[in-house]
């Protein structure tokens, strides 16, 4: 007896029982914890499919006592103290622990027969066990027998003989007919013969008296059973390692196809699918064993979800392609492909897995390997193929795999494992599928019972609770909350589990049972199941687009036939319709609205108002046609019936009911209401519901609905409602919200530019100060008077409230106040003296500062101020602290102290989380920021001001005598413009602008507050306000070089003729949907004759006289008229940015209108007019359209500033029509950044735009111009754009390659000869050919490959060469022969061997006797001539005979050649009538060619050669010339404008200012900027002592929170303010801080000014308090470290803080574990290169704590990552290096070649990998040192 066959613990078998009953004992699936014996299943030679249900594994016994104790005292019924209760849990989970670790002894000890064991449940990983206390389902006198989770003492069984022949104590051996009898029952395990109803031919496995036998085979064991290696029963994904694609079995067609399915997602081993899963079965000669597999055994793969075998099979397939060729092998080959079958026992399923390594045959194989695929009964292999099989599809994502007799390296699969939780919920879904499609085979054929629906309704929700990954217990599932899981939410799909729901809730209705049927009290149990289903279907959508789509595309109409049922399904429709817009505009329409409108009426409630609320929104953005379909329901005189007018009468609001005389008044509505009159709440809540869906219907200026309610629902009344402190929180906020979106936000009123760049001479005024000052806004109009009167009265009650957000009803209102005095703001209904005292109040409402004492803190504070300010000499004060932190102290001792039920700071802690909240505090920073925008606009003017006074009083002081003015930087008073500029940030000059009046310390104080939530997007608005407020200096003079006076009559008639234009092409966008069509669905008026909104005399309604004008007038009237307007905008503008000839030609570029149209947001007006929707067949529309797009590429012409900014909303361009790809031509053209940044992306969206919208150019134009920028070929882009082009098929690559083609190529020729048409097939080859030439230009190797299957070099001459070619053929393959062929890496043997290019020379000198014959060129086809033979013709030959390949070329027989090209060059050269570039390329065609004779010794004629150096000395002096001239022309001043004398005086004058103050207040920028850093070193001080804030800011709890926010700033991407945020945290660890008197002076100011008097003046920080000290202290710190630190003294003059101190600081901060996951993170490169920068300054001075913090981490966490990223981006850089760098193709030496510049994006690649070496080389260094 060998070891191998005594059973073992820890090996896997399983139990066959003998006797009556024969069969595997197995389970029911996940879904279900009973055990069965299945008799016909199989047997020990055919064993059941499903084998895996029949397997256990051997177990140690575990104990169960404290569980069982504590499981008691957990009962509910169970009354038992919280701290035993705890202790009980602790003491259950120790046992659980210790459990385990007894089980791992134990494995691999022998089980001996009378011993216990335990039998784990491999699939659901439960233990079988008895019930002794319940009886069997079927054998009423038995014990239950199921599966139990945690198991229990019921799961213990002796092992004992069933035959005499062993007894007690032998060691159990495999195959050994065994007896199972429970330990607590003492009856032994029974196969019974009773057969379960709901599962017929399973029978039950109880416990009883019986005489049972169980042979236990063994499956595998235990030493077999490990991690690392492959074996059998494991669940795989195979991995293509090249394709980078997962093999997957599906459905398609009604067909089970395997085949390679392509992924999305950016890392492709990220995909999930369920369908991707394999499991493995070892081959051997017991058909239950499996084992572990080696490299010499045999496989099957059985897919996991539908049970179907990797199998082989012929491809019928009549495909031709070289793959298949490859594939076939043979003419009389078959080509094999993968298949799936539903059998396993049969050969053609049988594998063999070939290792990529050399390896012994005999080894097992690891888990993680690569392998190839070997069919064995066809001996042949796996092969990948582009071949799709979903043809049909736009982005076909399944490919073929095919076999092929040869083995490629290539074709290798990794076997990536899958974990073991992953696979159970496969199981559990795949189970849980079947028992569904089960009960509705049952529910339509109603046979379902009682217990049925028991078990239908714990599936379903068991089903739930899965989704949402929380245990089914006693909660309610109906409302349980939670996050779903996206992969289970995809597993619910892809397992048809959603399917079958729907399903079952179709099941019970047929034509004899309609669905109204429902509301029968019979179908009450079956309504509870529906709603389960509809909450099922709701949490499986949840934040998945994929259900979403699938869930909208195939039972939507169906959903929509339950609603109303009271089965919760208009509540699911509403949440997979709620913030997805894609889904609202498809599957929305009239007859949807209908069906919520009916039951509207039916049941009168405001709940389908909401619904219908929620589908006129979109992510707080407003859907115009729903929107519009609404109104035509809701608003129509049939539909008046169920609304609530609303009147004034006798200054009280009255409602009347539904269309009736019934009145109401809404002040005793309200009141009632609140004392519990449950018929008023209903009414109240319905008319709620009204208004808030009346607020959405006119959302975003939608003036049908607008126009129809502002007559009824005026601003009086609503103010009045508004304002009425008697009605609810809830109602006021309604009715605010219908002011703002009815009245307020709606023409005229516009958003006012805060930041006017574009700014009139004589518009500036002599002085200015804030009362005069008026910002760029229009005062309110008048009936809005009492509106801006509210909310100042509104937020000043907020103001003196202490507790401003302890109501979460006013919380409501709140919000909706403050957004509208946002609108407010925005619109400019505030002057600016106004907004700064609006600011005040803001600023007073977030301040956490409260009490009534809060006045006389500002007072003292500003006494304070005075007081430094008279003493800022002298260093010391008398005073023994600051005024501020005396009074702040004062003020917090004032307030009352918080209690548990009192709210603290700004609100509860309730209220911190409430989101309301936080978007009422998020307005308000929106809020002030524009604010901010305006005192920036206010500075700026002040600026202004001053240079016009400066510049008027020395125009006076000196004039010529000729007249003129004499202009110098100090004429105009520069010297004294410094100090006036100074003035406008001095507080004591200009208190106001402060914004607060304690001098901006408030303002501080609650930009710190903020930045302490958790709320990301208001933290986020704060941090930018934070950094804006210490970088006032550096916006100003930013944004005053932005500046463009606009000085000249013709600048200020633009200006005016511009702001009109746009004015009224924004009024049009606006009520777009008056005039254009959305669709052919609404191309008749809106309502028709039949639909008149008349309204009844004696019923009142919500219908205005406007309403029925605007909808019974055709839109037709208004259209043309509004399409005229539109156009001739539209050519105004884009004459401005253009200058024509004579012809109608462009010849330049308007850049001062250029910028001025930017400056006045032209561009964001005509952005907004293509997002309009339209009937794309509205001929009127599409001209609009496409003049809109002239605009945009007359707008970006040439200048690099505009095409950024449209470069921004590229994705509006990537639609796929022609005028789009015009303009994104546009934007990209001869901007080389911008054609760097071109993403893989937008260049595969053109190429798949010329497969399905046609061959049209414009599409390979947009393509010529990314591999080509400004004359600069881009590697990277012509490597993706060849890579893209030869994926796509023959009907893009048009290449007329065969004899058929050929022939059709010579007719198009033919016919473009005579009638050239840009739209022609030829003209697109012809920019095809152009496109291959630009991605091989300039030494391309990989492209150079590529381009040479695709047009051989017999193709060429052959073309070239042929009588009917036409010139722009010729310089087409020409140009594509010198860059492809001759101008190239590597040598082409071909080219110089071969007569190719001596034909084509032949024809050269033909094509060049024609030309300097025939004289001028006169035709069109002349012109085409002349400029191929003068360009192309001569680049090519000079390139080729200047290759270092050519020596062959000018062998003793070639010579001839050689000189008569030579003679006709230069017989080119002497036509008088050629332009300068034509000269330029035959000089220097000559040129090379003489040099090359004179290198090679090849005799030219005197008289040739004197004629030559006469030509290349005229040459070279006209080029000296020339760049003599060029070199003045680029010395003079770059503004280059044109107009008077003064007028260019002015321009001067503004930019030497400009210049000025970039030189003179760079320091302080830098002094300010650097008070930042100091207020984030003690940001504590701002707050007063004993506040929590002081608490919370305090020991780095200010900069921790930073840190933190960082991270999570990663997901939602703002990349601006990260890398800013890291810059300010890495210049806290700044050493060397140098700064002039004045901006020390300036600094100092700063700080006394927030800081008070506890100011270092020596060092410019803070004076350190001590109080910290002792915490920076570590008691356990090695002597060596802490004599380092001892010796750093290093002082960063903050705070008196060593550096060591500071990066100690940080890295407990988090800022180590931050720059390690920056690092990991997919970041741009700007945040990766700045974060390495932190990592080096943490690491600066060799710290060894930080560095010890760094090791640790590596040690601890997974390292690898960090150092695989940072080799990754060395590789990276380094590619980018060699593939973006860019050559002037244009620039031609004197050597007749190229020659390579490094341009700024080298550099930039280089700084980046330098810094990314110096990092890891940091890294490493650190570890060594802490190791050694």
Same mark, same amino acid.
């Given at each position: 007896?060998?070891?191998?066959?005594?059973?073992?613990?820890?090996?896997?078998?399983?139990?066959?029982?003998?006797?009556?009953?024969?069969?595997?004992?197995?389970?029911?699936?996940?879904?279900?914890?009973?055990?069965?014996?299945?008799?016909?299943?199989?047997?020990?030679?055919?064993?059941?499919?499903?084998?895996?249900?029949?397997?256990?594994?051997?177990?140690?016994?575990?104990?169960?006592?404290?569980?069982?104790?504590?499981?008691?005292?957990?009962?509910?019924?169970?009354?038992?103290?919280?701290?035993?209760?705890?202790?009980?849990?602790?003491?259950?989970?120790? %046992?659980?622990?210790?459990?385990?670790?007894?089980?791992?002894?134990?494995?691999?000890?022998?089980?001996?027969?009378?011993?216990?064991?335990?039998?784990?449940?491999?699939?659901?990983?439960?233990?079988?066990?008895?019930?002794?206390?319940?009886?069997?389902?079927?054998?009423?006198?038995?014990?239950?027998?199921?599966?139990?989770?945690?198991?229990?003492?019921?799961?213990?069984?002796?092992?004992?003989?069933?035959?005499?022949?062993?007894?007690?104590?032998?060691?159990?051996?495999?195959?050994?007919?065994?007896?199972?009898?429970?330990?607590?029952?003492?009856?032994?395990?029974?196969?019974?013969?009773?057969?379960?109803?709901?599962?017929?031919?399973?029978?039950?496995?109880?416990?009883?008296?019986?005489?049972?036998?169980?042979?236990?085979?063994?499956?595998?064991?235990?030493? %077999?059973?490990?991690?690392?290696?492959?074996?059998?029963?494991?669940?795989?994904?195979?991995?293509?390692?090249?394709?980078?694609?997962?093999?997957?079995?599906?459905?398609?067609?009604?067909?089970?196809?395997?085949?390679?399915?392509?992924?999305?997602?950016?890392?492709?081993?990220?995909?999930?699918?369920?369908?991707?899963?394999?499991?493995?079965?070892?081959?051997?000669?017991?058909?239950?064993?499996?084992?572990?597999?080696?490299?010499?055994?045999?496989?099957?793969?059985?897919?996991?979800?539908?049970?179907?075998?990797?199998?082989?099979?012929?491809?019928?397939?009549?495909?031709?392609?070289?793959?298949?060729?490859?594939?076939?092998?043979?003419? +009389?080959?078959?080509?094999?492909?993968?298949?799936?079958?539903?059998?396993?026992?049969?050969?053609?399923?049988?594998?063999?897995?070939?290792?990529?390594?050399?390896?012994?045959?005999?080894?097992?194989?690891?888990?993680?390997?690569?392998?190839?695929?070997?069919?064995?009964?066809?001996?042949?292999?796996?092969?990948?193929?582009?071949?799709?099989?979903?043809?049909?599809?736009?982005?076909?994502?399944?490919?073929?795999?095919?076999? $092929?007799?040869?083995?490629?390296?290539?074709?290798?699969?990794?076997?990536?494992?899958?974990?073991?939780?992953?696979?159970?919920?496969?199981?559990?879904?795949?189970?849980?599928?079947?028992?569904?499609?089960?009960?509705?085979?049952?529910?339509?054929?109603?046979?379902?019972?009682?217990?049925?629906?028991?078990?239908?309704?714990?599936?379903?929700?068991?089903?739930?609770?899965?989704?949402?990954?929380?245990?089914?217990?006693?909660?309610?599932?109906?409302?349980?909350?939670?996050?779903?899981?996206?992969?289970?939410?995809?597993?619910?799909?892809?397992?048809?589990?959603?399917?079958?729901?729907?399903?079952?809730?179709?099941?019970?209705?047929?034509?004899?049972?309609?669905?109204?049927?429902?509301?029968?009290?019979?179908?009450?149990?079956?309504?509870?199941?529906?709603?389960?289903?509809?909450?099922?279907?709701?949490?499986?959508?949840?934040?998945?687009?994929?259900?979403?789509?699938?869930? $909208?595309?195939?039972?939507?109409?169906?959903?929509?036939?339950?609603?109303?049922?009271?089965?919760?399904?208009?509540?699911?429709?509403?949440?997979?319709?709620?913030?997805?817009?894609?889904?609202?505009?498809?599957?929305?329409?009239?007859?949807?609205?209908?069906?919520?409108?009916?039951?509207?009426?039916?049941?009168?409630?405001?709940?389908?108002?909401?619904?219908?609320?929620?589908?006129?929104?979109?992510?707080?953005?407003?859907?115009?046609?729903?929107? %519009?379909?609404?109104?035509?329901?809701?608003?129509?005189?049939?539909?008046?019936?169920?609304?609530?007018?609303?009147?004034?009468?006798?200054?009280?609001?009255?409602?009347?009911?539904?269309?009736?005389?019934?009145?109401?008044?809404?002040?005793?509505?309200?009141?009632?209401?609140?004392?519990?009159?449950?018929?008023?709440?209903?009414?109240?809540?319905?008319?709620?519901?009204?208004?808030?869906?009346?607020?959405?219907?006119?959302?975003?200026?939608?003036?049908?609905?607008?126009?129809?309610?502002?007559?009824?629902?005026?601003?009086?009344?609503?103010?009045?409602?508004?304002?009425?402190?008697?009605?609810?929180?809830?109602?006021? $906020?309604?009715?605010?919200?219908?002011?703002?979106?009815?009245?307020?936000?709606?023409?005229?009123?516009?958003?006012?530019?805060?930041?006017?760049?574009?700014?009139?001479?004589?518009?500036?005024?002599?002085?200015?100060?804030?009362?005069?000052?008026?910002?760029?806004?229009?005062?309110?109009?008048?009936?809005?008077?009492?509106?801006?009167?509210?909310?100042?009265?509104?937020?000043?009650?907020?103001?003196?409230?202490?507790?401003?957000?302890?109501?979460?009803?006013?919380?409501?209102?709140?919000?909706?106040?403050?957004?509208?005095?946002?609108?407010?703001?925005?619109?400019?209904?505030?002057?600016?003296?106004?907004?700064?005292?609006?600011?005040?109040?803001?600023?007073?409402?977030?301040?956490?500062?409260?009490?009534?004492?809060?006045?006389?803190?500002?007072?003292?504070?500003?006494?304070?101020?005075?007081?430094?300010?008279?003493?800022?000499?002298?260093?010391?004060?008398?005073?023994?602290?600051?005024?501020?932190?005396?009074?702040?102290?004062?003020?917090?001792?004032?307030?009352?102290?918080?209690?548990?039920?009192?709210?603290?700071?700004?609100?509860?802690?309730?209220?911190?989380?409430?989101?309301?909240?936080?978007?009422?505090?998020?307005?308000?920073?929106?809020?002030?920021?524009?604010?901010?925008?305006?005192?920036?606009?206010?500075?700026?003017?002040?600026?202004?001001?001053?240079?016009?006074?400066?510049?008027?009083?020395?125009?006076?002081?000196?004039?010529? %005598?000729?007249?003129?003015?004499?202009?110098?930087?100090?004429?105009?008073?520069?010297?004294?413009?410094?100090?006036?500029?100074?003035?406008?940030?001095?507080?004591?000059?200009?208190?106001?602008?402060?914004?607060?009046?304690?001098?901006?310390?408030?303002?501080?104080?609650?930009?710190?507050?903020?930045?302490?939530?958790?709320?990301?997007?208001?933290?986020?608005?704060?941090?930018?306000?934070?950094?804006?407020?210490?970088?006032?200096?550096?916006?100003?003079?930013?944004?005053?070089?932005?500046?463009?006076?606009?000085?000249?009559?013709?600048?200020?008639?633009?200006?005016?003729?511009?702001?009109?234009?746009?004015?009224?092409?924004?009024?049009?966008?606006?009520?777009?949907?008056?005039?254009?069509?959305?669709?052919?669905?609404?191309?008749?008026?809106?309502?028709?004759?039949?639909?008149?909104?008349?309204?009844?005399?004696?019923?009142?309604?919500?219908?205005?006289?406007?309403?029925?004008?605007?909808?019974?007038?055709?839109?037709?009237?208004?259209?043309?008229?509004?399409?005229?307007?539109?156009?001739?905008?539209?050519?105004?503008?884009?004459?401005?940015?253009?200058?024509?000839?004579?012809?109608?030609?462009?010849?330049?570029?308007?850049?001062?209108?250029?910028?001025?149209?930017?400056?006045?947001?032209?561009?964001?007006?005509?952005?907004?007019?293509?997002?309009?929707?339209?009937?794309?067949?509205?001929?009127?529309?599409?001209?609009?359209?496409?003049?809109?797009?002239?605009?945009?590429?007359?707008?970006?012409?040439?200048?690099?500033?505009?095409?950024?900014?449209?470069?921004?909303?590229?994705?509006?361009?990537?639609?796929?029509?022609?005028?789009?790809?015009?303009?994104?031509?546009?934007?990209?053209?001869?901007?080389?950044?911008?054609?760097?940044?071109?993403?893989?992306?937008?260049?595969?969206?053109?190429?798949?735009?010329?497969?399905?919208?046609?061959?049209?150019?414009?599409?390979?134009?947009?393509?010529?111009?990314?591999?080509?920028?400004?004359?600069?070929?881009?590697?990277?882009?012509?490597?993706?754009?060849?890579?893209?082009?030869?994926?796509?098929?023959?009907?893009?690559?048009?290449?007329?390659?065969?004899?058929?083609?050929?022939?059709?190529?010579?007719?198009?020729?033919?016919?473009?000869?005579?009638?050239?048409?840009?739209?022609?097939?030829?003209?697109?080859?012809?920019?095809?050919?152009?496109?291959?030439?630009?991605?091989?230009?300039?030494?391309?190797?990989?492209?150079?490959?590529?381009?040479?299957?695709?047009?051989?070099?017999?193709?060429?001459?052959?073309?070239?060469?042929?009588?009917?070619?036409?010139?722009?053929?010729?310089?087409?393959?020409?140009?594509?022969?010198?860059?492809?062929?001759?101008?190239?890496?590597?040598?082409?043997?071909?080219?110089?061997?071969?007569?190719?290019?001596?034909?084509?020379?032949?024809?050269?000198?033909?094509?060049?006797?024609?030309?300097?014959?025939?004289?001028?060129?006169?035709?069109?086809?002349?012109?085409?001539?002349?400029?191929?033979?003068?360009?192309?013709?001569?680049?090519?030959?000079?390139?080729?005979?200047?290759?270092?390949?050519?020596?062959?070329?000018?062998?003793?027989?070639?010579?001839?050649?050689?000189?008569?090209?030579?003679?006709?060059?230069?017989?080119?050269?002497?036509?008088?009538?050629?332009?300068?570039?034509?000269?330029?390329?035959?000089?220097?065609?000559?040129?090379?060619?003489?040099?090359?004779?004179?290198?090679?010794?090849?005799?030219?004629?005197?008289?040739?050669?004197?004629?030559?150096?006469?030509?290349?000395?005229?040459?070279?002096?006209?080029?000296?010339?020339?760049?003599?001239?060029? +070199?003045?022309?680029?010395?003079?001043?770059?503004?280059?404008?044109?107009?008077?004398?003064?007028?260019?005086?002015?321009?001067?004058?503004?930019?030497?200012?400009?210049?000025?103050?970039?030189?003179?207040?760079?320091?302080?920028?830098?002094?300010?900027?650097?008070?930042?850093? +100091?207020?984030?070193?003690?940001?504590?001080?701002?707050?007063?002592?004993?506040?929590?804030?002081?608490?919370?800011?305090?020991?780095?709890?200010?900069?921790?929170?930073?840190?933190?926010?960082?991270?999570?700033?990663?997901?939602?991407?703002?990349?601006?303010?990260?890398?800013?945020?890291?810059?300010?945290?890495?210049?806290?660890?700044?050493?060397?801080?140098?700064?002039?008197?004045?901006?020390?002076?300036?600094?100092?100011?700063?700080?006394?000014?927030?800081?008070?008097?506890?100011?270092?003046?020596?060092?410019?920080?803070?004076?350190?308090?001590?109080?910290?000290?002792?915490?920076?202290?570590?008691?356990?710190?090695?002597?060596?470290?802490?004599?380092?630190?001892?010796?750093?003294?290093?002082?960063?003059?903050?705070?008196?803080?060593?550096?060591?101190?500071?990066?100690?600081?940080?890295?407990?901060?988090?800022?180590?574990?931050?720059?390690?996951?920056?690092?990991?993170?997919?970041?741009?490169?700007?945040?990766?290169?700045?974060?390495?920068?932190?990592?080096?300054?943490?690491?600066?001075?060799?710290?060894?704590?930080?560095?010890?913090?760094?090791?640790?981490?590596?040690?601890?966490?997974?390292?690898?990552?960090?150092?695989?990223?940072?080799?990754?981006?060395?590789?990276?850089?380094?590619?980018?290096?060699?593939?973006?760098?860019?050559?002037?193709?244009? +620039?031609?030496?004197?050597?007749?070649?190229?020659?390579?510049?490094?341009?700024?994006?080298?550099?930039?690649?280089?700084?980046?990998?330098?810094?990314?070496?110096?990092?890891?080389?940091?890294?490493?260094?650190?570890?060594?040192?802490?190791?050694?």
């Amino acid at each position: 007896m060998t070891s191998a066959s005594i059973l073992n613990i820890g090996d896997v078998v399983s139990l066959y029982a003998e006797g009556q009953v024969c069969g595997f004992i197995s389970t029911l699936g996940l879904v279900d914890d009973r055990t069965v014996i299945r008799p016909d299943d199989g047997d020990y030679q055919n064993p059941p499919r499903k084998f895996r249900d029949c397997l256990f594994k051997v177990c140690a016994m575990n104990r169960y006592t404290a569980q069982k104790q504590f499981k008691k005292a957990a009962k509910p019924t169970t009354i038992t103290d919280a701290v035993l209760l705890k202790k009980l849990q602790h003491a259950a989970e120790l %046992e659980k622990r210790q459990n385990d670790e007894e089980a791992e002894k134990l494995v691999g000890s022998i089980v001996t027969y009378g011993s216990i064991i335990q039998l784990l449940h491999l699939k659901s990983n439960k233990y079988l066990t008895v019930n002794k206390r319940l009886p069997a389902l079927l054998e009423k006198n038995a014990m239950r027998v199921n599966l139990d989770q945690n198991g229990s003492e019921g799961s213990w069984f002796y092992v004992l003989p069933y035959y005499k022949l062993r007894s007690n104590g032998d060691n159990v051996v495999v195959n050994d007919k065994v007896k199972l009898v429970p330990v607590n029952a003492n009856q032994p395990l029974h196969a019974s013969g009773s057969e379960l109803s709901d599962n017929p031919g399973c029978m039950e496995v109880n416990s009883i008296n019986c005489d049972t036998s169980w042979k236990i085979s063994l499956f595998m064991d235990y030493k %077999e059973n490990r991690d690392d290696i492959l074996k059998g029963g494991d669940v795989v994904r195979l991995f293509h390692a090249e394709e980078e694609k997962f093999l997957t079995c599906d459905d398609y067609k009604g067909k089970s196809v395997v085949f390679l399915r392509s992924t999305g997602r950016t890392t492709k081993t990220a995909a999930t699918s369920s369908k991707a899963l394999w499991e493995v079965e070892v081959v051997a000669n017991d058909p239950c064993r499996g084992g572990a597999g080696k490299w010499n055994s045999l496989y099957r793969f059985k897919h996991l979800a539908t049970g179907q075998y990797l199998a082989c099979e012929i491809d019928p397939d009549p495909i031709t392609d070289p793959n298949r060729q490859k594939l076939r092998g043979g003419t +009389d080959m078959p080509v094999f492909q993968l298949c799936s079958v539903p059998y396993g026992h049969d050969i053609f399923s049988i594998f063999e897995l070939d290792p990529t390594t050399i390896i012994k045959g005999d080894e097992l194989v690891p888990r993680s390997s690569y392998v190839r695929l070997r069919h064995l009964r066809t001996n042949t292999w796996c092969h990948a193929t582009n071949v799709p099989l979903d043809k049909n599809n736009d982005n076909p994502v399944m490919h073929k795999v095919g076999l $092929a007799r040869i083995r490629e390296d290539k074709e290798a699969f990794a076997i990536v494992s899958v974990p073991v939780a992953e696979v159970r919920d496969l199981d559990f879904a795949n189970d849980a599928c079947i028992v569904l499609r089960e009960a509705v085979h049952q529910v339509k054929a109603g046979t379902l019972t009682q217990n049925g629906r028991k078990a239908l309704t714990v599936l379903l929700s068991e089903l739930i609770c899965f989704c949402l990954e929380v245990d089914l217990t006693t909660r309610d599932v109906m409302n349980v909350q939670g996050k779903p899981n996206r992969d289970r939410q995809k597993l619910i799909r892809e397992q048809d589990i959603l399917k079958q729901v729907f399903e079952l809730l179709k099941a019970p209705f047929n034509k004899e049972v309609p669905m109204e049927s429902l509301l029968d009290k019979k179908m009450a149990p079956f309504r509870s199941i529906c709603r389960l289903c509809y909450r099922m279907v709701k949490v499986s959508q949840q934040s998945y687009r994929k259900n979403q789509e699938y869930i $909208a595309k195939t039972w939507f109409s169906f959903m929509q036939s339950q609603i109303g049922y009271d089965i919760n399904a208009e509540d699911t429709i509403t949440a997979l319709l709620n913030n997805n817009r894609k889904l609202l505009e498809k599957h929305i329409n009239a007859s949807e609205i209908d069906t919520f409108v009916r039951l509207v009426r039916k049941n009168k409630e405001g709940r389908y108002l909401s619904y219908l609320s929620d589908l006129c929104v979109c992510k707080g953005v407003a859907i115009a046609s729903t929107q %519009e379909l609404i109104c035509k329901s809701v608003l129509s005189t049939q539909n008046s019936d169920i609304l609530i007018d609303t009147r004034l009468m006798n200054d009280e609001v009255y409602i009347f009911m539904y269309g009736s005389q019934e009145k109401f008044s809404l002040k005793m509505l309200s009141k009632n209401a609140a004392e519990g009159d449950e018929t008023d709440q209903s009414i109240l809540a319905y008319y709620q519901c009204q208004l808030d869906l009346f607020s959405q219907m006119c959302q975003e200026r939608q003036y049908l609905a607008i126009n129809s309610l502002k007559g009824q629902l005026s601003v009086d009344l609503l103010l009045k409602c508004m304002s009425d402190e008697d009605l609810s929180h809830d109602l006021r $906020a309604s009715f605010s919200r219908l002011m703002l979106h009815m009245h307020v936000d709606r023409e005229p009123q516009e958003n006012h530019q805060s930041v006017k760049y574009a700014r009139l001479w004589s518009f500036i005024p002599d002085e200015i100060t804030i009362n005069n000052y008026c910002p760029p806004a229009a005062q309110a109009p008048e009936k809005f008077t009492h509106v801006t009167k509210f909310v100042r009265d509104y937020l000043g009650t907020l103001e003196s409230n202490t507790y401003v957000f302890r109501d979460s009803q006013q919380n409501k209102l709140t919000y909706e106040v403050v957004n509208l005095a946002k609108h407010l703001v925005y619109f400019g209904f505030f002057g600016f003296k106004d907004l700064l005292a609006l600011t005040k109040t803001m600023l007073s409402i977030l301040d956490c500062v409260k009490g009534p004492n809060k006045e006389v803190l500002r007072a003292i504070t500003d006494l304070g101020t005075a007081v430094t300010n008279m003493v800022l000499g002298d260093n010391k004060s008398g005073t023994s602290g600051s005024a501020t932190d005396v009074a702040a102290g004062g003020g917090q001792g004032a307030a009352p102290a918080p209690s548990p039920a009192q709210p603290k700071g700004t609100g509860s802690a309730k209220s911190e989380s409430d989101v309301i909240v936080m978007n009422t505090k998020l307005k308000i920073i929106e809020i002030l920021e524009f604010i901010m925008n305006v005192r920036l606009d206010y500075r700026i003017t002040a600026l202004l001001v001053i240079f016009k006074r400066n510049f008027s009083g020395s125009q006076k002081s000196e004039i010529l %005598e000729n007249g003129e003015s004499k202009r110098s930087a100090f004429d105009i008073g520069m010297s004294s413009i410094i100090p006036e500029a100074e003035k406008i940030f001095e507080s004591e000059n200009c208190p106001e602008l402060d914004l607060d009046g304690c001098q901006g310390k408030t303002f501080l104080r609650v930009l710190l507050h903020l930045a302490m939530h958790d709320y990301i997007n208001l933290v986020s608005g704060a941090l930018q306000l934070l950094l804006r407020h210490f970088s006032q200096r550096k916006e100003v003079l930013h944004a005053f070089k932005q500046v463009q006076l606009l000085v000249s009559q013709s600048d200020v008639e633009n200006y005016t003729q511009i702001r009109a234009d746009l004015d009224k092409l924004r009024l049009m966008v606006e009520k777009s949907e008056l005039w254009v069509y959305a669709g052919s669905k609404i191309k008749e008026p809106v309502v028709g004759p039949s639909d008149t909104l008349s309204v009844k005399a004696d019923a009142p309604s919500v219908i205005a006289s406007e309403w029925s004008v605007d909808l019974e007038s055709s839109k037709d009237d208004k259209s043309e008229k509004y399409f005229y307007q539109i156009i001739q905008i539209f050519k105004r503008l884009t004459s401005l940015c253009q200058q024509l000839d004579k012809h109608g030609k462009v010849i330049k570029n308007n850049k001062h209108e250029q910028r001025l149209l930017k400056n006045l947001s032209a561009h964001e007006a005509v952005l907004d007019l293509l997002s309009v929707s339209y009937d794309k067949k509205d001929p009127c529309m599409k001209e609009v359209m496409s003049y809109a797009h002239m605009f945009l590429q007359a707008f970006v012409m040439n200048n690099p500033q505009n095409q950024a900014i449209l470069h921004n909303y590229i994705d509006k361009f990537l639609i796929g029509g022609i005028h789009e790809a015009v303009t994104a031509t546009a934007i990209f053209k001869d901007n080389m950044q911008l054609c760097l940044c071109v993403t893989e992306t937008i260049i595969q969206h053109f190429v798949r735009c010329i497969e399905t919208h046609g061959l049209h150019v414009e599409y390979l134009q947009f393509l010529q111009t990314v591999v080509k920028s400004d004359g600069q070929y881009l590697r990277k882009c012509q490597d993706i754009v060849m890579q893209e082009l030869l994926q796509v098929g023959e009907e893009v690559m048009v290449l007329y390659n065969d004899r058929q083609s050929f022939a059709q190529l010579i007719q198009h020729m033919n016919d473009y000869r005579e009638h050239p048409s840009p739209s022609s097939p030829l003209h697109y080859h012809i920019e095809l050919v152009h496109l291959l030439s630009a991605c091989t230009e300039g030494k391309n190797v990989y492209t150079e490959i590529k381009c040479h299957s695709l047009l051989p070099l017999d193709d060429i001459v052959h073309i070239a060469t042929h009588a009917d070619c036409i010139p722009e053929v010729k310089i087409a393959y020409v140009n594509f022969l010198n860059h492809c062929y001759v101008d190239t890496e590597v040598e082409m043997k071909e080219i110089y061997t071969s007569n190719h290019m001596w034909e084509l020379f032949e024809n050269f000198l033909v094509d060049i006797s024609l030309v300097s014959n025939n004289g001028p060129p006169k035709s069109h086809n002349e012109k085409i001539l002349e400029k191929y033979v003068t360009i192309p013709v001569m680049q090519i030959i000079s390139s080729f005979f200047s290759s270092p390949f050519s020596d062959s070329s000018t062998s003793q027989n070639r010579q001839p050649m050689f000189m008569r090209l030579l003679k006709g060059a230069f017989q080119l050269s002497r036509c008088e009538w050629l332009s300068g570039e034509q000269k330029f390329h035959i000089e220097h065609c000559i040129k090379a060619l003489s040099e090359i004779a004179n290198e090679r010794k090849i005799i030219i004629t005197t008289e040739l050669s004197a004629q030559m150096s006469s030509l290349l000395n005229r040459s070279m002096l006209g080029n000296r010339i020339g760049n003599k001239w060029m +070199d003045r022309v680029r010395s003079r001043r770059p503004s280059g404008m044109s107009g008077s004398k003064d007028y260019r005086t002015i321009i001067e004058g503004l930019q030497d200012i400009v210049v000025l103050f970039e030189e003179e207040m760079r320091p302080q920028v830098e002094a300010e900027t650097s008070v930042l850093v +100091d207020v984030m070193h003690r940001p504590d001080r701002l707050f007063p002592e004993d506040s929590d804030s002081r608490g919370q800011c305090a020991g780095g709890g200010f900069v921790s929170k930073l840190i933190n926010h960082c991270e999570k700033m990663l997901e939602n991407v703002d990349e601006g303010l990260i890398i800013r945020l890291l810059n300010t945290i890495r210049c806290m660890m700044k050493t060397n801080l140098q700064f002039t008197p004045d901006a020390l002076s300036l600094r100092m100011r700063l700080l006394q000014r927030y800081y008070g008097d506890s100011v270092v003046e020596s060092s410019g920080g803070l004076e350190g308090s001590g109080e910290d000290d002792d915490a920076e202290e570590e008691d356990n710190e090695e002597d060596w470290c802490t004599k380092i630190r001892q010796s750093n003294t290093v002082s960063v003059a903050r705070d008196d803080l060593t550096l060591f101190q500071v990066q100690c600081l940080l890295d407990s901060a988090g800022a180590t574990e931050l720059f390690i996951k920056l690092v990991i993170s997919d970041a741009s490169p700007d945040v990766f290169h700045e974060s390495l920068q932190l990592g080096i300054s943490l690491l600066e001075g060799g710290n060894p704590l930080i560095q010890r913090s760094f090791y640790d981490r590596f040690v601890n966490q997974n390292s690898e990552q960090f150092f695989y990223t940072i080799f990754t981006k060395m590789q990276k850089a380094i590619a980018e290096i060699k593939s973006c760098h860019a050559v002037a193709t244009t +620039d031609v030496t004197s050597q007749g070649h190229s020659k390579p510049r490094v341009d700024d994006v080298q550099v930039c690649a280089e700084s980046v990998l330098w810094r990314a070496y110096h990092e890891i080389y940091t890294a490493y260094l650190s570890m060594y040192i802490c190791k050694f």
